[in-house]
């Protein structure tokens, strides 16, 4: 059996059971498993299926971003390792976009005590997070309230985000793939990630290891716009690689 139709067949299999270990599969396919843990990492590039210790499941894809409440806590040491990196990379006098998000607030929170930087940001956490900041200019876009997250958005924001030129964008997201770029499932909330990112001549992604791979309905942003992304040391060299070779510069904490 060809690789290719191996790996078509190993999908077909996965998605009839919803998961499966390497064992099973090697079985199943009469091959060793050290080709089935290749096979395993050429899908999951492809946004297909998701490995997990031992085996796969079946990739849900990011089609309903978690509630507010449930994002903060989730991933929160391998968050806070990212915002403190991030705001390592801001420099004095810079002026930079912080969008909302439970990962840039801890980009904010790792720039109390800083001066002569000015921040944007569509999220009132974040903002109330540099209240006592007094050398850090705060500016908050406005906009319509969510209030389970309190961020800002719709046409205000977009409108005060076109009149803005910043050095650094900071960028949330909760699907980032090395083909498909970054990916939201929310249609309402794409337009001012994108305004955000014309804004910025740099633009730098956070996410944790779990948005890695994923892709849902919409599109903010080719991974081509992307210059930097940091996320997690739990990533996968494979994974890694996979954004260094489409030309993203990757940084691990």
């Known amino acids: 059996m060809l690789a290719a139709e191996r790996k078509q067949r190993i999908v077909e299999y996965v998605k009839q059971k919803n998961v499966a270990t390497v064992s099973a599969l090697a079985k199943e396919f009469q091959v ?122 719709g046409m205000y924001t977009d409108q005060m985000l076109k009149s803005l030129h910043v050095q650094k964008a900071f960028i949330g997201t909760p699907a980032i793939h090395p083909k498909f770029g970054l990916t939201h499932p929310e249609a309402l909330l794409v337009p001012t990630k994108q305004w955000m990112i014309r804004a910025s001549q740099e633009i730098i992604v956070v996410a944790d290891d779990t948005k890695i791979g994923k892709v849902s309905l919409h599109n903010v942003a080719p991974i081509e716009d992307i210059h930097t992304f940091i996320t997690g040391s739990e990533a996968s060299g494979l994974q890694v690689e996979s954004f260094r070779e489409a030309g993203v510069n990757v940084i691990t904490v």
């Not at 409440?69 to 990196?85: P, W």
């Open 32 to 153: 060793h498993e050290a080709t089935i843990r290749r096979d395993l990492a050429e899908i999951e590039q492809e946004g297909l299926l998701r490995r997990t210790h031992g085996g796969v499941i079946v990739d849900k894809g990011a089609n309903i971003e978690p509630a507010f409440k449930d994002r903060v806590s989730d991933q929160l040491d391998q968050k806070i390792r990212i915002g403190k990196y991030a705001a390592s990379l801001i420099e004095d006098g810079d002026h930079v976009i912080l969008d909302s998000g439970t990962t840039t607030m801890h980009i904010a929170q790792h720039l109390i005590g800083r001066s002569n930087i000015t921040v944007v940001t569509n999220d009132i956490n974040i903002a109330a997070s540099l209240r006592d900041s007094t050398d850090i200019t705060v500016i908050v876009t406005g906009g319509t309230l969510y209030h389970a997250s309190f961020m800002l958005n």
